[in-house]
């Protein structure tokens, strides 16, 4: 199918005649084919008599070639596919296959994915970014303190350059535009958190998404949406590696506290009255900002307090 969708990505109108003798099958193959990636892939497509076939959308699929091409730097190796679970578990399985080094994973659509706290990541075929980076982690996860954070603040500068100047970050690692969510990170650990171990980043970014199902429970938007034309996913992901790797070393070298400042200027909630799920009932406070180890700080009753972890939901206390 992909094959087929790789003759589709510009467009155009194609014949099945015309498709099937570029992929040496007959024309009712070309057609299961075509209703495979409708029904399966949930790919719309448009057909006219006489015309042919034709993506309702244009369509530019990951391309492993151009994410593995000599000489780019980061030299991270990547593993594209068409569909998975998660991008992940596909990491971690790869780590457990005996991968090594820094490497990571996208995919065209996942069919289980997670963001925070277990809820859903809706992931449609060929529209958005799925991405999960695996970095080896020697001498401790103390390391790791704030590097959601880190990584949110990465995936800021990417979208702030491709022109979403109003795009700002949520404690801890949420990107999102005038109150609508852009994009979510999940990290996870592997191996032994005292030596040696790796982390697990994976980034889900709402690239060319304009419609959803209603298994999207909050509002959203996506990089099309806020600038109104299609996004070269290769491109994406390609400047994502290169501030990722930026920000990930002066993380590994300096820790979190060299870059709280540049965070707190960027945190939309600062100065604002939230609500804090941390147990049986919401804390109220005022956000004071971050520290040294990426907690939210709240002035609360007049004390300041200072809370993390990845079971925490923080909300605006005016947000029902």
Known sequence: MLALLKLLEDGQFHSGEELGARLGISRAA???QLRALEVELSVPLHSVKGKGYRLAEPIRLLDSAVLNAPGLEPAWGAHVLAT????NAEAQRLLVGGATGAFYVVSEQQTSGRGRRGREWVSPFGLNLYYSLVVPVGGGVRQLEGLSLVVALAL??????????????KWPNDILVN????????????GDPADLCHVVIGIGLNVNMLMADDAITQ??????QELGRVIDRNELVLSINEHLAHYLDVQM?????????????NHLWQGQQVAITAGAEPIVGRVLGVDD??????????????????????????DS
């Open 30 to 32: 070309v057609w299961k």
């Open 84 to 87: 998975v679970d998660s991008t």
């Open 156 to 169: 800021l500068r990417v979208v702030k350059a491709l022109g979403v100047e109003a795009a700002g970050l």
């Open 179 to 190: 109150n609508k969510k852009l994009s979510g990170i999940l990290l996870e650990l592997s």
């Open 219 to 224: 509002p959203w938007t996506s990089l099309r």
């Open 253 to 265: 070298q300096h820790g979190f506290s060299v870059l709280r400042s540049e965070w707190e200027l």
């Open 293 to 318: 180890a990426g907690a939210v700080r709240l002035a609360v009753d007049g004390v300041e307090r200072s809370f993390s972890g990845g079971e925490l939901s923080l909300r605006l206390r005016n």
